[in-house]
Protein backbone atom coordinates (compact mmCIF):
# COMPACT_ATOMS: atom_id res chain seq x y z
CA UNK A 1 0.00 0.00 0.00
CA UNK A 2 2.64 2.59 0.71
CA UNK A 3 3.91 2.00 -2.38
CA UNK A 4 0.84 3.07 -4.29
CA UNK A 5 0.37 6.28 -1.74
CA UNK A 6 3.93 7.33 -2.87
CA UNK A 7 3.11 7.20 -6.67
CA UNK A 8 -0.25 8.90 -5.76
CA UNK A 9 2.18 11.37 -3.83
CA UNK A 10 4.34 12.30 -6.86
CA UNK A 11 1.28 12.38 -9.08
CA UNK A 12 -0.23 14.68 -7.09
CA UNK A 13 2.25 17.29 -6.69
CA UNK A 14 2.87 17.01 -10.34
CA UNK A 15 -0.96 17.62 -10.69
CA UNK A 16 -0.06 20.95 -8.15
CA UNK A 17 2.86 22.18 -10.35
CA UNK A 18 0.48 22.29 -13.52
CA UNK A 19 -2.30 24.31 -11.18
CA UNK A 20 0.48 26.64 -10.10
CA UNK A 21 1.23 26.56 -14.01
CA UNK A 22 -2.38 27.53 -14.22
CA UNK A 23 -2.44 29.98 -11.63
CA UNK A 24 0.47 31.97 -13.54
CA UNK A 25 -1.82 32.30 -16.71
CA UNK A 26 -4.79 33.60 -15.08
CA UNK A 27 -2.66 36.40 -13.60
CA UNK A 28 -1.27 37.32 -16.39
CA UNK A 29 -5.07 37.39 -17.99
CA UNK A 30 -5.78 39.79 -15.29
CA UNK A 31 -3.48 42.02 -16.57
CA UNK A 32 -4.13 42.08 -20.25
CA UNK A 33 -7.85 42.44 -19.28
CA UNK A 34 -6.83 45.77 -17.31
CA UNK A 35 -4.18 46.99 -20.25
CA UNK A 36 -6.88 45.86 -22.86
CA UNK A 37 -4.40 43.42 -25.01
CA UNK A 38 -7.31 41.35 -26.65
CA UNK A 39 -4.80 39.14 -29.46
CA UNK A 40 -2.22 38.79 -26.25
CA UNK A 41 -5.35 37.52 -24.10
CA UNK A 42 -6.46 34.98 -27.09
CA UNK A 43 -2.95 33.69 -26.93
CA UNK A 44 -3.19 32.67 -23.13
CA UNK A 45 -6.47 31.31 -23.32
CA UNK A 46 -5.27 28.68 -25.84
CA UNK A 47 -2.17 28.30 -23.00
CA UNK A 48 -5.04 27.82 -20.53
CA UNK A 49 -6.80 25.23 -22.33
CA UNK A 50 -3.88 23.21 -23.32
CA UNK A 51 -2.98 23.61 -19.74
CA UNK A 52 -6.38 22.07 -18.08
CA UNK A 53 -6.48 19.32 -20.86
CA UNK A 54 -2.88 18.62 -19.15
CA UNK A 55 -4.90 18.47 -15.58
CA UNK A 56 -7.29 16.40 -17.11
CA UNK A 57 -5.11 13.73 -18.40
CA UNK A 58 -3.41 13.45 -14.38
CA UNK A 59 -6.54 13.91 -12.74
CA UNK A 60 -7.61 10.58 -14.78
CA UNK A 61 -4.41 9.06 -14.23
CA UNK A 62 -4.76 9.78 -10.20
CA UNK A 63 -8.43 8.40 -10.34
CA UNK A 64 -6.98 4.88 -11.47
CA UNK A 65 -4.82 5.31 -9.01
CA UNK A 66 -7.24 5.81 -6.15
CA UNK A 67 -9.50 2.92 -7.80
CA UNK A 68 -6.12 1.13 -7.40
CA UNK A 69 -5.55 2.10 -3.80
CA UNK A 70 -9.50 1.24 -3.16
CA UNK A 71 -9.20 -2.13 -3.98
CA UNK A 72 -6.59 -2.81 -2.24
CA UNK A 73 -7.86 -1.22 1.44
CA UNK A 74 -11.45 -2.85 0.16
CA UNK A 75 -13.02 0.08 1.31
CA UNK A 76 -15.12 -0.32 -2.05
CA UNK A 77 -16.87 2.97 -2.94
CA UNK A 78 -16.07 4.49 -0.14
CA UNK A 79 -14.17 8.15 -1.21
CA UNK A 80 -10.36 8.49 -0.28
CA UNK A 81 -10.11 12.04 0.90
CA UNK A 82 -7.14 13.99 2.25
CA UNK A 83 -7.65 12.92 5.77
CA UNK A 84 -7.78 9.73 5.00
CA UNK A 85 -4.38 9.47 2.75
CA UNK A 86 -2.33 11.23 5.28
CA UNK A 87 -3.93 8.96 8.14
CA UNK A 88 -3.22 5.98 5.73
CA UNK A 89 0.49 7.08 5.20
CA UNK A 90 3.47 6.12 7.23
CA UNK A 91 6.16 8.67 8.18
CA UNK A 92 7.64 10.57 6.22
CA UNK A 93 4.82 10.34 3.47
CA UNK A 94 2.18 11.30 6.26
CA UNK A 95 4.30 14.43 6.89
CA UNK A 96 4.65 14.90 3.07
CA UNK A 97 0.72 14.52 2.20
CA UNK A 98 -0.07 17.01 5.18
CA UNK A 99 1.87 19.86 3.55
CA UNK A 100 0.64 18.85 0.10
CA UNK A 101 -3.11 18.85 1.58
CA UNK A 102 -2.36 22.40 2.99
CA UNK A 103 -0.37 23.61 -0.43
CA UNK A 104 -3.64 22.38 -2.35
CA UNK A 105 -5.98 25.00 0.05
CA UNK A 106 -3.49 27.32 -0.17
CA UNK A 107 -3.67 27.66 -4.35
CA UNK A 108 -7.86 26.82 -4.24
CA UNK A 109 -7.97 30.45 -2.21
CA UNK A 110 -5.86 31.89 -4.76
CA UNK A 111 -7.90 30.61 -7.99
CA UNK A 112 -10.60 32.14 -5.83
CA UNK A 113 -9.16 35.22 -5.91
CA UNK A 114 -8.12 35.28 -9.06
CA UNK A 115 -11.57 33.97 -10.52
CA UNK A 116 -13.57 36.63 -8.73
CA UNK A 117 -11.31 39.21 -9.83
CA UNK A 118 -11.17 38.34 -13.27
CA UNK A 119 -14.96 37.94 -13.44
CA UNK A 120 -15.48 41.44 -11.87
CA UNK A 121 -12.95 42.75 -15.00
CA UNK A 122 -14.78 40.93 -17.72
CA UNK A 123 -18.11 42.75 -16.21
CA UNK A 124 -16.67 45.82 -16.05
CA UNK A 125 -15.13 45.24 -19.69
CA UNK A 126 -19.26 44.40 -20.86
CA UNK A 127 -20.65 47.39 -19.37
CA UNK A 128 -18.04 50.04 -20.71
CA UNK A 129 -18.61 48.65 -24.32
CA UNK A 130 -22.73 48.23 -23.87
CA UNK A 131 -22.57 52.21 -22.82
CA UNK A 132 -20.41 53.09 -26.07
CA UNK A 133 -22.14 51.08 -28.20
CA UNK A 134 -25.34 53.01 -26.98
CA UNK A 135 -23.74 55.97 -27.05
CA UNK A 136 -22.92 55.05 -30.56
CA UNK A 137 -26.09 53.78 -31.60
CA UNK A 138 -28.73 56.38 -30.10
CA UNK A 139 -29.14 60.04 -31.22
CA UNK A 140 -32.22 62.04 -29.71
CA UNK A 141 -34.98 62.72 -32.02
CA UNK A 142 -38.02 65.28 -31.81
CA UNK A 143 -41.48 64.42 -32.12
CA UNK A 144 -43.41 61.13 -31.09
CA UNK A 145 -43.27 58.06 -31.37
CA UNK A 146 -45.88 55.40 -31.50
CA UNK A 147 -46.07 51.78 -29.31
CA UNK A 148 -47.17 48.78 -31.11
CA UNK A 149 -51.14 48.98 -28.95
CA UNK A 150 -50.80 52.46 -30.96
CA UNK A 151 -50.56 55.20 -28.22
CA UNK A 152 -47.99 57.63 -28.62
CA UNK A 153 -45.15 57.44 -26.72
CA UNK A 154 -41.99 59.88 -25.70
CA UNK A 155 -39.03 58.95 -28.30
CA UNK A 156 -36.13 57.66 -26.07
CA UNK A 157 -33.66 57.95 -28.75
CA UNK A 158 -33.39 56.59 -32.63
CA UNK A 159 -30.31 54.23 -33.95
CA UNK A 160 -27.98 55.57 -35.66
CA UNK A 161 -28.90 53.47 -38.70
CA UNK A 162 -32.50 54.72 -38.30
CA UNK A 163 -31.42 58.06 -38.96
CA UNK A 164 -31.82 59.56 -42.74
CA UNK A 165 -28.49 60.87 -43.36
Known amino acids: MQPLLSDLLELLRYEL ?13 RSLLVERKV ?21 ITRDELLTE ?13 AA ?12 EYRHLFAR ?3 IKREFEFIN ?4 QLLQSEQEYVSFLVDEVVKI ?6 YQDDGHVRIPQGKGMFDHRI
Open 140 to 145: DEPGDT
Open 39 to 59: KELEVLIKEEETTIQKIQRIE
Open 84 to 95: TLTELADEPLKS
Open 104 to 106: VER
Open 17 to 29: EKYYELLKILYAE
Open 116 to 119: DTNK
Open 69 to 81: LSTELEIGDQPLN
